[in-house]
């Protein structure tokens, strides 16, 4: 089955700064990636999501990036603001239409 | 509200009791999802539903979990003789059907098992 690997557990940063979170995937035959965001005792909502046909893609301030050769995709958020603060989960799927998650990464923005 | 909803959204029962969680997917959302989330964790994946056809159940669901959407609307998931290990929040999300579609949560049902 599918794996997703995910780093770092835990990002701390400063207002304004850039964080990049990265998940890698074990399974070729994934084809779709989204990154959740879930903020304390809340649901996991979409913030942004790519398919295995593009690189790239931008929403505002939040980026997301996709290497198939490699296996991995990355969350790239801009001028964080304390509201970015949460927990940001990665996940792939593909031919099973069951998406395996990461482990999370605790995003935190320091004002 | 036309995003997915569940209910109970906690629910503290003594081990050994049953416990059943109720989910309403989005309207004509023909696939449904439910998951167990532990403190630290991602969301497990636990079964899903194709309109009513149960079609695929995860390892980690035991014999004391059963899982039904009778109608194809919405779903029910049962925990029989429940464990202190069952404590967890359980999500519910649903998506339209095609594959790798976007999955949109319920806020969830926290658990705990005394």
């Known amino acids: 089955g599918e794996n997703v690997e995910q780093h770092p557990s835990t990002l701390s940063v400063q207002e304004g700064d850039s964080a990049v979170i990265k998940c890698t995937y074990s399974?070729?035959?994934?084809?779709?990636f989204p990154w959740y965001k879930q903020e304390l005792g809340k649901r996991p909502q979409l913030i942004i999501d790519?398919?295995?046909?593009?690189g790239e893609k931008k929403d505002q301030r939040i980026a997301v990036t996709l290497n198939k050769t490699a296996k991995h995709f990355s969350l790239h958020i801009t001028e964080t603001q304390p509201e970015d603060s949460a927990v940001y989960f990665c996940a792939a799927s593909g031919g099973s239409y069951i998406p395996t998650f990461g482990r999370g990464t605790s995003l935190i923005v320091h004002p | 509200d036309t995003g997915v909803s569940q209910d109970p959204r906690h629910k503290i029962t003594k081990r050994g009791q049953n416990v059943t969680f109720r989910c309403d997917p989005i309207s004509e959302h023909n696939r449904l999802y439910w998951y167990r989330q532990t403190l630290g964790q991602g969301p497990e994946f636990l079964t899903y539903?194709?309109?009513?056809?149960?079609?695929?159940k995860s390892r980690l669901l035991s014999d004391r979990f059963s899982a039904e959407r009778p109608k194809g609307s919405f779903s029910t998931l049962e925990i029989q003789r429940t464990e202190q290990g069952d404590s967890a929040m359980y999500l519910c999300?649903?998506?339209?059907?095609?594959?790798?579609?976007?999955?949109?949560f319920g806020p969830g049902t926290r658990l705990l098992v005394l």
């Open positions: 539903f194709q309109n009513e056809a149960q079609l695929e």
């Open positions: 790519i398919r295995s046909n593009v």
């Open positions: 999300a649903s998506s339209p059907g095609r594959q790798g579609e976007t999955q949109y």
């Open positions: 399974d070729s035959a994934s084809n779709y």
